[in-house]
């Protein structure tokens, strides 16, 4: 079910359900790399309003990167535990996993914000943006992450998701906005005419586009 042409198309859709904090000095939009970067974008466009991002990383099962068995976010480390004792992850690969991820997530940050530092959050309202929810796990890392930040209101914004998904993690935020909830839900990239992958020059262009809007 194509419903986006692209991730700037679902931004621009998503703008028009957050219009209520265009303009408001206490408002940043925070997104999620790569591809949420994109969507952030266009929201911050629209709606005037700083651009940043945070770089959750997810757990990788071994023999399997597609499989998440938890996510990163700053000093939150989130952990699917019975997804860990039912594949059998010994307590050395999942230290080592972690480390590994939140060295690449470090490693992305200073690449992306290009030595600039990040916008203040204490306090701010965040819009925090994603191209798209699956299981959610780097979502509710991310939101932790935040909520460790002491900011005023969180409120999530995604173009699509699981309806599982989609009502589990309101209870984790301000507000969850999101205008397409499926049951029967395969991948993100699904309800996309065109979803690509979104290069880190990219990610780096928008960030030095927006981020002093």
Known sequence: MRVYRDRREAGEKLSLLLTIYKDKKE???????????????????LLHLPLDLIAPRKLQAPFNPELAIGAIAGDVVLLHKEMIEEIGVSPSYLKKEIQKQKTEAEHRLLLYRKGRKEIQWKNRVVLLIDDGIATGATMEASISFLKKQHVKKIVAAVPVAPLDTFIKMQKSVDALICPVTVRDFFSVSEFYEIFDQTSDAEVISLLERYSRF
Do not use: E
């Open 27 to 45: 408002c940043i939009v925070i997104g999620l790399p790569r591809g949420g970067v994109v969507v952030a974008a266009a929201v911050a466009n």
